[in-house]
């Protein structure tokens, strides 16, 4: 019976980083999860990020992909906020 996890390593940035205090968490989520649902597990463990809910960009192994992007194990995750400027 295969497991019904999977394991992705999420790549952190910027205000993320700063929240968590690591660059790197790796975390378990169901099979066939959207990569969106990472952005809101942190939001909700770290609800300062909220701000941020609506303007992060995804990546999965190097490639920008849309919110509704189905993770695999193994996968390598990148949250991008928007690099503040100036």
Same mark, same amino acid.
């Given at each position: 019976?295969?497991?019904p996890f $999977?394991? =992705? #390593? =999420?790549?952190?940035f %910027? %205000?993320? *980083?700063? @929240?968590?205090g690591v660059s790197e968490l790796v975390l378990e989520f169901p099979q066939d999860t959207p990569? !969106? &649902? !990472?952005?809101?597990?942190? $939001? %909700?463990?770290?609800?300062q990020? @909220? *701000?941020? +809910?609506? =303007? #992060? +960009? /995804?990546g999965i192994n190097l *490639? /920008? =992909?849309?919110?509704? &992007?189905i993770l695999l194990d193994g996968d390598e995750v990148v949250l991008i906020p928007p690099v503040s400027g100036g």
């Open positions: 019976m295969s497991n $999977i394991t =992705v #390593t =999420v790549k952190l %910027a %205000a993320y *980083q700063e @929240a968590y990569v !969106v &649902a !990472v952005r809101d597990r942190l $939001i %909700a463990e770290h609800p990020l @909220a *701000q941020w +809910r609506d =303007v #992060t +960009r /995804f *490639q /920008f =992909v849309e919110p509704d &992007a």
